[in-house]
T-cell receptor
Framework: EAAVTQSPRSKVAVTGGKVTLSCHQT?????MYWYRQDTGHGLRLIHY???????EKGDIPDGYKASRPSQENFSLILELASLSQTAVYFC??????????FGSGTRLLVI | GQQVQQSPASLVLQEGENAELQCNFS?????MQWFYQRPGGSLVSLFY???GTKHSGRLTSTTVIKERRSSLHISSSQTTDSGTYLC?????????FGSGTKLTVEP
């Protein structure tokens, strides 16, 4: 079954440390996205990509980098994690039209 | 970013009551989508609705582009409908989300 798989499911990171969140899709979709959700809020777009080896900035890219080494894989990198980056992170893939599939989310706690 | 406003922020119903959730957007769009977010966090797509009215069981979505709004109607609510409902505006192959409506249906 086509899916979007995120790893890890949850993580505790130390302020100033490096964090990498991974996403893998088997949908054969061109588009992949990273969103963050803060408690009681909707999802905000961090980075997205429509082709391997290329990424685009979303609405809140500061403090985050993204990497798309292949069509199936899309990573989100926090080089210097900060307390304000504590959130739930969702990865998604899409055809770019109506078909969107979301991962189950990664709960990140920065202490 | 794109502006998507959802209302109400929260809603409490008694089982069997109907609910009307609203989404307003301040820019042009390619389409509107509605998602249900389970209490555990995962998102389920409910409707892809660029315009007009669509039905799925007890759910109805109506999008009126000229008025820049979309609504989600839930009829005869059930306790299992509890969760967060998110609308998302699709523009240039990217989804922009509203802040969500947290629905609680009490028995």
């Amino acid at each position: 079954e086509a899916a979007v798989t995120q790893s890890p499911r949850s993580k505790v990171a130390v302020t100033g440390g490096k964090v990498t969140l991974s996403c893998h899709q088997t949908n054969n979709h061109d588009y992949m996205y990273w969103y963050r959700q803060d408690t009681g809020h909707g999802l905000r777009l961090i980075h997205y990509s429509y082709v391997a080896d290329s990424t685009e900035k979303g609405d809140i890219p500061d403090g985050y980098k993204a990497s798309r080494p292949s069509q199936e894989n899309f990573s989100l990198i926090l080089e210097l994690a900060s307390l304000s980056q504590t959130a739930v992170y969702f990865c998604a893939s899409s055809t770019g039209d109506s078909d969107y599939t979301f991962g189950s989310g990664t709960r990140l706690l920065v202490i | 970013g794109q502006q998507v406003q959802q209302s109400p922020a929260s809603l409490v119903l008694q089982e069997g009551e109907n609910a009307e959730l609203q989404c307003n957007f301040s820019t042009s769009l390619n389409s509107m989508q509605w998602f249900y977010q389970r209490p555990g966090g995962s998102l389920v797509s409910l409707f892809y609705n660029p315009s007009g009215t669509k039905h799925s069981g007890r759910l109805t979505s109506t999008t009126v582009i000229k008025e820049r709004r979309s609504s989600l109607h839930i009829s005869s609510s059930q306790t299992t409908d509890s969760g967060t409902y998110l609308c998302a505006l699709a523009n240039y192959n990217v989804l922009y989300f509203g802040s969500g409506t947290k629905l609680t249906v009490e028995p």
